[in-house]
């Protein structure tokens, strides 16, 4: 059994256009020998169904950065509208409650309304909408320096939470991440089976290096929007690779290019 774990947000989908056509041929070609592909974003639940419909996949989701998990029948995917509408609103009031010199200098999908979350991240309005149906994490900017950044971090994992960078966003949110959650999806799937499951994460950005250097395959997806992943050991051992081209292109000719070599 093999997985494709994968970030959505200049990794699947490009990064301005939010297109995943490019990586058509390649996610025809998993379905066709039965791979499924798990995607795994810091987006929400109500942003992702409508992206794995168009896809064509119906298999658990990785959402909020690993905060949250969709579609596994254990865990999270029971968890009370109550429970899981509780890490966002904790964190809001936690946002309210930081000496203001720190917590001033964030801003966040919650201090935004549609039209200007819709015009931060190029995403049209009704995705907009469903990008600001948060339960666990928030995304938004942080505008002080990196020793700012830091007390900042610090204060919040105090509070039991933590801060991650993605593509675009700084993105407050409880301690866990896409690798935690990946490790439960990969559990699940191993089930019965004799033979460990093959992973590979594609990933583009800090909040996917976790997940990238758990799976048996790391691809680095090239994103020129932001500075490149650092070279890590596992890298240097051949488990990570990087493509060359970006987004979704990418994506398309790495996944061609380990089904070529029989690792997929
Ligand atoms: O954190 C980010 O930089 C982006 C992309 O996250 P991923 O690369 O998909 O994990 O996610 C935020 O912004 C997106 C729009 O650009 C929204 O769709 C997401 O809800 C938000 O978390």
């Known amino acids: 059994m093999k997985l494709v774990f994968t970030d959505l947000d200049g990794t699947l989908l490009d990064h301005d256009s939010y297109s995943f056509e490019a990586a058509r041929p390649a996610l025809d070609l998993l379905a066709a020998r039965g791979i499924p592909v798990i995607l795994a974003s810091s987006k929400t639940e109500a942003e992702m169904r409508p992206i794995a419909e168009a896809i064509g996949i119906s298999h658990p989701m990785i959402v909020e950065n690993g905060a949250g998990v969709a579609g596994l029948e254990s865990g999270d995917a029971a968890a009370t509208e109550e429970e899981t509408a509780s890490p966002y609103k904790r964190l809001r009031a936690l946002l309210r409650e930081l000496p203001k010199e720190l917590s001033a200098k964030f801003e966040g999908f919650g201090d935004w ?14 995705s907009a909408e469903r990008a600001r149906k948060r339960r666990f994490s928030e995304p938004g900017r942080f505008a002080g320096t990196e020793d700012e950044k830091r007390a900042f971090i610090d204060l919040l994992e105090a509070e039991g939470f933590t801060a991650v960078q993605g593509g675009r966003f700084f993105t407050l949110m409880p301690q866990t991440s896409k690798a935690e959650r990946m490790a439960q999806v990969v559990a699940h799937y191993q089930r019965g089976l004799v033979e460990p499951v093959r992973t590979v994460a594609l990933g583009d950005a800090p909040n996917d290096l976790a997940m990238l250097e758990a799976a048996d395959c790391g691809i680095i997806i090239a994103n020129p929007a932001h500075k490149a992943l650092p070279v890590t050991e596992r890298e240097r051992e051949g488990a990570i690779l990087r493509s060359e081209r970006s987004g979704p292109e990418g994506w398309n000719i790495m996944i061609h290019q380990l089904v070529a070599t029989g690792f997929l």
């Open 113 to 126: 309304d549609v039209a200007r979350v819709a015009q931060e991240t190029g995403l049209p309005p009704a």
